[in-house]
């Protein structure tokens, strides 16, 4: 198993950024899968932007050109930077690394709000 804990959510305007973190337990770099999801009140959880072993970085067609996903080795951590925030961005967001068979782990989401 592998704990992930995220931070950075708030409240911003539309039009604004947020950069949101999640730190892994250990290598972010060791998993097949690693990335964001997120879930809106009394919706499904979604897919925001994924990095999957040898097919590169995949995100939601609702976020493409505005949000950027990125990982560093020497904290183990990877970050969901956005941009353009719109009121529909907003969801719980959460971090999940995955190893097929293995482990399918979430952290416990942190609140992102768009609002005026």
């Known amino acids: 198993q592998v704990q992930l804990v995220e931070s950075g959510g708030g409240l911003v305007q539309p039009g604004g950024s947020l950069r949101l973190s999640c730190k892994a337990s250990?290598?972010?770099?060791?998993?097949?899968?690693v990335g964001w999801y997120r879930q809106a009140p009394g919706q499904q959880r979604d897919m925001v932007a994924v990095f999957v072993r040898d097919q590169g970085t995949i995100y939601a067609d609702s976020v493409k050109g505005r949000f950027g996903i990125s990982r560093d080795s020497a904290d183990n951590t990877m970050d969901l930077q956005m941009n353009n925030l719109k009121p529909a961005d907003t969801a719980v967001y959460f971090c999940?690394?995955?190893?097929?068979?293995?482990?399918?782990?979430w952290g416990q989401g942190t609140q992102v709000t768009v609002s005026s």
């Open positions: 999940n690394a995955n190893n097929p068979q293995e482990f399918d782990s």
């Open positions: 250990r290598s972010i770099f060791s998993f097949y899968s």
